[in-house]
Antibody, heavy 121, light 110 residues
C-alpha cells in the first residue's frame, strides 16, 4: 500500500530556510507527480506547487516564486520542499501529496501526515 | 490566483442530505472538468473524496457525489452520518500546471 512519511516538526527564525522531506513507498516512484500543500493556523489549504518525478519539471504558486524549490531523489523515493527567507506567515502544516498520475492536472490521491513548520524569533 | 469561494459552514441532521457549493471563475472551475473534493479531519491528512467533478476513488462511499454548473461545483453528501463531520475543500485545476483550493467548509452533524 502507498505510504508517504514526512520529516518532523521544525522551528525556524525569520529569514532562515527549511527543507521538508517526504519518503514514498508502496508504488513506482517515478510514475507519479508530487504536490505540496500547506495550511496556516486557522486557515484553509493552499496549493504550493507541483513536481514531475519523471523529468523534474516544476511549477510553483505565484506568491511563492523565488522562495520555494521542489526536488525529488529517485534513489531513495523521496520528495523535498525547501522554502527560503521564512516569514512568520509561513508558519503552517506542510503536506506532501502524490498526484493521481504523472500529470500536473491530476488530483492528490495520497497524502503525507503533515509537517509543522513554526517561524518565530 | 484567488481561492474558490465556499460557505464557511453547513450543517444537517443524521440521514439528511447537504450540499456544499464551490464558486470559481471561467479560468478555473468553468474551464476544466478537473474539480476535486477533499475531506479533512483536523490533525489528520486530507482524503480525496471526488475527482474530475464526479468520480469517486475506490473505497469512498457512494453517499458522496459531485457536479458542476458553470463556474460553480457542488459536493452532495446524502444520508449524513456522524463520521462525515469534518472540513471539506474543493480544488480546481487552473491551467499552466496550477491548482487553487476553496476556502473550506465545516460540516456539522447535528
Amino acid at each position: 500500500q502507498v505510504h508517504l512519511v514526512q520529516s518532523g516538526a521544525e522551528v525556524k527564525k525569520p529569514g532562515a530556510s527549511v527543507k521538508v522531506s517526504c519518503k514514498a513507498s508502496g508504488y513506482t516512484f517515478t510514475s507519479y507527480g508530487f504536490s505540496w500543500v500547506r495550511q496556516a493556523p486557522g486557515q484553509g489549504l493552499e496549493w504550493m506547487g507541483w513536481i514531475s518525478v519523471a523529468n523534474g519539471n516544476t511549477n510553483y504558486a505565484q506568491k511563492l516564486q523565488g522562495r520555494v524549490t521542489m526536488t525529488t531523489e529517485t534513489s531513495t523515493s523521496t520528495a523535498y520542499m525547501e522554502l527560503r527567507s521564512l516569514r512568520s506567515d509561513d508558519t503552517a502544516v506542510y503536506y506532501c501529496a502524490r498526484n493521481h498520475n504523472e500529470f500536473s492536472a491530476s488530483p492528490l490521491d495520497y497524502w503525507g501526515q503533515g509537517t509543522l513548520v513554526t517561524v518565530s524569533s | 490566483q484567488s481561492a474558490l469561494t465556499q460557505p464557511a459552514s453547513v450543517s444537517g441532521s443524521p440521514g439528511q442530505s447537504i450540499t456544499i457549493s464551490c464558486t470559481g471563475t471561467s479560468s478555473d472551475v468553468g474551464s476544466y472538468n478537473l474539480v476535486s473534493w477533499y475531506q479533512h479531519h483536523p490533525g489528520k491528512a486530507p482524503k480525496l473524496m471526488i475527482y474530475e467533478v464526479s468520480k469517486r476513488p475506490s473505497g469512498v462511499s457512494n453517499r458522496f457525489s459531485g457536479s458542476t454548473s458553470g463556474n460553480t461545483a457542488s459536493l452532495t453528501i446524502s444520508g449524513l452520518q456522524a463520521e462525515d463531520e469534518a472540513d471539506y475543500y474543493c480544488c480546481s485545476y487552473a491551467g499552466s500546471s496550477t491548482h487553487v483550493f476553496g476556502t473550506g467548509t465545516k460540516v456539522t452533524v447535528l
